[in-house]
T-cell receptor, first 113, second 116 residues
Framework: KAGVTQTPRYLIKTRGQQVTLSCSPISGHRSVSWYQQTPGQGLQFLFEYFSETQRNKGNFPGRFSGRQFSNSRSEMNVSTLELGDSALYLC????????????FGPGTRLTVL | QQQVKQSPQSLIVQKGGISIINCAYENTAFDYFPWYQQFPGKGPALLIAIRPDVSEKKEGRFTISFNKSAKQFSLHIMDSQPGDSATYFCAASIGQESGATNKLIFGTGTLLAVQP
């Protein structure tokens, strides 16, 4: 079956702009989580959505937001981009529970100039 | 208390040798400990995971050893191969019967290089 897909794969933006990233989970998966990966901070949890509801949120400013649609597809939005937002943004999907395997997509590489 | 500390930061092993990566945690509420492997340009992929009710789990060449009292767990890669060269992340999460969440707390990663 198809894996987690993320679009776009690469994105270049300038400071102050906003960006929307998309994630399509594995068919049948209802939980979608987002992570930010940087060389300095590693992999950090952004938020998780389950059945269109945000189930958990990490320690990121309000400029980072997300949503999930009825088909489990998810988007995350970053407003007023800062240089420090340059990172690989990873989406992971799983069936339901916390101990279900999380399958990661290839990520979206965001560069903020 | 939400941190997972991982060591070493990098590791060089000869082909056929044993690679050992260690992680430690503080939060005793963690009850799920997966290890992920990441190749350049790819997302992390689950290798093996363990719950704290067992002390060891083996899948092929990969073994997790878990020490609940010491709050430590480690990944052993037996007969390491050049194809195992990647970055390895330990992680931990809290699962609950209701309101379960998939928030993974990751270690800082170990860059493994297996020399032929």
């Amino acid at each position: 079956k198809a894996g987690v897909t993320q679009t776009p794969r690469y994105l270049i933006k300038t400071r102050g702009q906003q960006v929307t990233l998309s994630c399509s989970p594995i068919s049948g998966h209802r939980s979608v989580s987002w992570y930010q990966q940087t060389p300095g901070q590693g992999l950090q949890f952004l938020f998780e959505y389950f059945s269109e509801t945000q189930r958990n949120k990490g320690n990121f400013p309000g400029r980072f937001s997300g949503r999930q649609f009825s088909n489990s597809r998810s988007e995350m939005n970053v407003s007023t981009l800062e240089l420090g937002d340059s990172a690989l943004y990873l989406c992971a999907s799983s069936l339901m529970a916390a101990t279900d395997t999380q399958y990661f997509g290839p990520g979206t590489r965001l560069t903020v100039l | 208390q939400q941190q997972v500390k991982q060591s070493p930061q990098s590791l060089i092993v000869q082909k056929g040798g044993i690679s050992i990566i260690n992680c430690a945690y503080e939060n005793t509420a963690f009850d799920y400990f997966p290890w992920y492997q990441q190749f350049p340009g790819k997302g992390p992929a689950l290798l093996i995971a363990i719950r704290p009710d067992v002390s060891e789990k083996k899948e092929g060449r990969f073994t997790i050893s878990f020490n609940k009292s010491a709050k430590q767990f480690s990944l052993h890669i037996m007969d390491s191969q050049p194809g195992d060269s990647a970055t390895y992340f330990c992680a931990a999460s809290i699962g609950q019967e209701s309101g379960a969440t998939n928030k993974l707390i990751f270690g800082t990663g170990t860059l493994l290089a297996v020399q032929p």
